[in-house]
């Protein structure tokens, strides 16, 4: 049985799409204030870049396939240079913000299961994540 060469290299795209998706979720929180003209040309910017990378990706690995060049070999070099270079911070904000996402899951099941009500301060409440996600930008 004989398999799609690039079945990895699709999966791997795949992957690499949903980390994006995932870090554009948390990108978007971070720019909601600014005005939707600005929003659409650093949305469009975003997915061209991760799209960019795809499809460099994509291009090289059938390069290298067909044949073996040192200047695909320096292209690699390249492209693993500009992975590094985007997807390591990608990486990290995923983490955070996959905590944060945690913290959040985590308390509303607790609201529901024990029915807590907040005491606190008069005003407006404020949770702890959206305290610390606000302190942390400014």
């Given at each position: 049985m004989r398999t799609f060469p690039y079945t990895s290299i699709a999966i791997l795209a795949l992957i690499?799409?949903?980390?994006?998706?995932?870090?554009?979720?948390?990108w978007k929180k971070l720019t909601w204030p600014l005005p939707a003209k600005w929003l659409r040309v650093l949305v469009g910017i975003y997915w061209l870049h991760s799209v960019a990378f795809i499809v460099s990706m994509l291009w090289l690995s059938y390069g290298y396939r067909s044949q073996?060049?040192?200047?695909?070999?320096?292209?690699?070099?390249?492209?693993?240079?500009?992975?590094?270079?985007?997807?390591?911070?990608?990486?990290?904000?995923?983490?955070?913000?996959?905590?944060?996402?945690?913290?959040?899951?985590?308390?509303?099941?607790?609201?529901?299961?024990?029915?807590?009500?907040?005491?606190?301060?008069?005003?407006?409440?404020?949770?702890?994540?959206?305290?610390l996600t606000k302190t942390g930008l400014a």
């Open positions: 690499l799409l949903l980390i994006d998706a995932y870090a554009y979720k948390g073996y060049s040192p200047e695909l070999h320096i292209r690699a070099s390249y492209l693993f240079g500009w992975g590094l270079a985007t997807g390591i911070p990608k990486i990290i904000f995923i983490l955070f913000h996959g905590a944060e996402d945690l913290i959040h899951f985590l308390n509303t099941i607790s609201k529901k299961i024990f029915r807590t009500e907040s005491v606190g301060m008069p005003g407006v409440p404020i949770d702890r994540a959206t305290f």
